[in-house]
């Protein structure tokens, strides 16, 4: 069963640091992985997606790793900025045979919260 | 940029009363999936759907639970007896063939009293 954990659960900085939010998964059989951004009480926006045979993804100030072997990746946040606070999600598609293609498996979050 | 879009944002209704859940996934996708959120948890699968049938469900999406598609835009789940557990908020999303990864709505916040 796919377990996807998300570290730290919190983080709280001041604007205009970097930071990265780590994210690792124990079934390396993923089809791809997602980030999501998640504002209270509100949906979920998706950030960016990396395909299993892809290493980084980039939009804008977001970059995006995968390390597949490892079971690991990263999202990197450069410049923070105070409209940057909210949760951010990962998530893993599995690979699946047929014609599913295959469901979401989230981590629980990591509630992100830039002070000016 | 196509949207999913979900109604109503937000449902209260009494305990053993049946709600449905509606959505409008983005035209061109051909999977169609309900995720949920109980406060303070993670996103949890409900079911996948492909095709007019169901591809797959969890073990939460009981007999209490159902989808429908019943007509070329609409995507439903219906809860037939809502209890206090089923309190949460409701995700619709939709994919095409898994080059763009998911869409999702914003949600019904279902509240059981």
């Known amino acids: 069963k796919q377990e996807v954990t998300q570290i730290p659960a919190a983080l709280s900085v001041p604007e205009g640091e970097n930071l990265v939010l780590n994210c690792s998964f124990t079934?390396?059989?993923?089809?791809?992985l997602q980030w999501f951004r998640q504002d209270p009480g509100k949906g979920l926006t998706s950030l960016l997606l990396?395909?299993?045979?892809?290493r980084e993804q980039t939009s804008g100030r977001l970059n995006a790793s995968l390390d597949k072997s490892s079971g690991r990746s990263t999202l990197y946040i450069a410049a923070s900025q105070p409209g940057d606070s909210a949760t951010y999600l990962c998530a893993v598609r599995r690979r699946a045979g047929g014609t599913s293609y295959g469901k979401l498996t989230f981590g629980q979050g990591t509630i992100l919260t830039v002070h000016p | 940029e196509p949207e999913v879009t979900q109604t109503p944002s937000h449902q209260v209704t009494q305990m053993g009363q049946e709600v449905i859940l509606r959505c409008v996934p983005i035209?061109?996708?051909?999977?169609f999936y309900w995720y949920r959120q109980i406060l303070g948890q993670k996103v949890e699968f409900l079911v996948s759907?492909?095709?007019?049938?169901?591809?797959?469900k969890s073990e939460i999406f009981d007999d209490q639970f159902s989808v429908e598609r019943p007509d070329g835009s609409n995507f439903t789940l219906k809860i037939r007896s809502t209890k206090l557990e089923d309190s949460a908020m409701y995700f619709c999303?939709?994919?095409?063939?898994?080059?763009?990864?998911?869409?999702f709505g914003s949600g019904t916040r279902l509240t059981v009293v």
């Open positions: 759907f492909y095709n007019n049938e169901i591809s797959e």
């Open positions: 079934d390396s059989a993923i089809y791809n």
């Open positions: 999303a939709s994919s095409d063939r898994g080059l763009w990864g998911y869409t």
């Open positions: 035209s061109n996708h051909l999977y």
């Open positions: 990396i395909q299993s045979s892809q």
